[in-house]
């Protein structure tokens, strides 16, 4: 079955940039997996900030911008603010299925 | 763009099929852009993603889910459809719909309790 790999949780200090990934264990991933990048707060609906690998939402803060890196989904957020302190989930499609990746907690500290 | 509001019971009993309704504005369910997607949260846990329908009737389910889950569209109320059978405790969750391009409804939380 496939698997989409975050990491579990990361730290950016205020102004500092971060990278989160999203990897599959089918092998590297490419724009034909179509990621997404979710945004999560607590008691909140998801808000998706990226979809098909780089592609921003008019609510997208510009902060925020996704690629591919070393064979896996990334997104990057360069000058952290406070308010993004967040559950982020990436998906990718697979065999023609959705799949989530577990998420990453991203402390702004 | 894209507005998406769930509707559906918030109870429903173990055995039974829960079923849920998101209603489409902005665009039409007929709409070649979209593929509308069912995905549910169980409390305090990560994101699953259920299935998918495209209008012309393609589907895509999770495996994990697919003997149980049956997807939808109904083209004359712009809505499209979640059925899930033999439901258990475990089905507890928010359900949210959603569509490509990553429009979400706000959530319907789901309570499968006797």
């Known amino acids: 079955q496939a698997v989409v790999t975050q990491e579990p949780s990361l730290t950016v200090s205020p102004g500092g940039t971060v990278t989160l990934t999203c990897g599959s264990n089918t092998g590297a991933v490419t724009s034909g997996h179509y990621p997404y990048w979710f945004q999560q707060k607590p008691g909140q609906a998801p808000r998706t900030l990226i979809y098909e690998t780089t592609n921003k939402h008019s609510w997208t803060p510009a902060r925020f911008s996704g690629s591919l890196l070393g064979g896996k989904a990334a997104l990057t957020l360069s000058g952290a603010q406070p308010d993004d302190e967040a559950d982020y989930y990436c998906?990718?499609?697979?065999?023609?299925?959705?799949?989530f990746g577990g998420g990453t907690k991203l402390t702004v500290l | 763009q894209v507005q998406l509001q769930e509707s559906g019971p918030g109870l429903v009993k173990p055995l039974e099929t829960l079923s849920l309704t998101c209603t489409v504005s902005?665009?039409?369910?007929?709409?070649?852009?979209?593929?509308w997607t069912w995905i549910r949260q169980p409390p305090g846990k990560g994101l699953e993603w259920i299935g998918h329908i495209h209008y012309s009737g393609g589907t895509s389910y999770n495996p994990s889910l697919k003997s149980r889950v049956t997807i939808s569209v109904e083209t004359s109320k712009n809505q499209f459809s979640l059925k899930l059978t033999s439901v258990t405790t475990a089905d507890t969750a928010v359900y949210y719909c959603a569509t490509t391009k990553g429009y979400w409804g706000q959530g319907s939380l789901v309570t499968v309790s006797s």
């Open positions: 998906s990718l499609s697979l065999n023609y299925a959705g799949v």
């Open positions: 902005g665009d039409s369910v007929t709409s070649g852009s979209y593929y």
